[in-house]
């Protein structure tokens, strides 16, 4: 039964994604015409205007849509599998606030950097706050929590926060920062994304490869420690990857939050808490979740930008009092 609803889901997500996509070539602030969308793709000419805006802003930025908000979505799954914690997200637990101060020191430090050495600093930041998750789960009381742990992690991530923008305010870099901290791909290049792809991309097939791992977590420590496996260690191997996950995806878009959060939870309800079965449909439906809002954010006020991290939050901010109602009850 699980595996039909599996397939189903599967295959309605990659409708849905194919859809989404190919409005998002069309619809803009320019809208562009299908012969001039198969001419870009196949017979580029760079003097053509629209061809242009479709092969180097738009092509690019919907594809670190679709790799971005799967990459948020599947570290989401696996932070809260591995914590067994509901609320859990690598936004709420202040890991893409980490991400961003790393970001804030690399405008800083290295106005000049490369895509390869922001995303380092994003790591960094990344690691920083990860490593004290890692902590709290393991040596804390209020790891143990469902909401004392996304009071810590918030408590984390509005002090990275504030140090970013007193950093921006130091340093006048206000307006740098200010689209970057609210998310959106509008300033996405080939350049970074291909520098960044790459690392997303070989770290969600390592995650991929630790589903069985975490489904034995999800049965209880004892359990996984009767079954010969180390549940710190498990623990910490997946942090370490949601990390990378975070940092390259905050060195590209900025800190965008809730996907992580919405996506699992939906997910869950066709398939359940099996993680073989539920990190695919994660990667799918966190793509086609970033891909609408980023259409969506285009069409609110064009040809301005409208961030799509403001709509998520929208959706999100509720969902995540709903979700804290239900676990307080």
Known sequence: MKLRRFSLVFVLLLILLCLTFGLSLFWGAVNIDFETIRRSLFQFDASDQQQQILRNIRLPRLLT?????????????????????PLADSGLLGINGGASLGLALSFVFLPQARPMQVALCSFIGAFVATLLIFCITQFSRTGRSEVGLVLAGVAISSFFQALSQGIGLFFNLQQDLAFWFIGGTANVTWGQLTAVAPILLLTLLLCFGLTREVNVLLLGEETAVSLGRNPSLIRGIVLFLVMILVGASVSLVGPVGFVGLLVPHVMRHFVGTDQRLLLPLCFLGGAWLVLIADLAARMVNPPFETPFGILLAVIGVPFLLYKVWQVAD
């Open 65 to 85: 849509d679709l790799l971005i908000g799967g990459a948020f979505a599947v570290g989401g799954c696996l932070i809260q599998g591995v914590t067994r914690n």
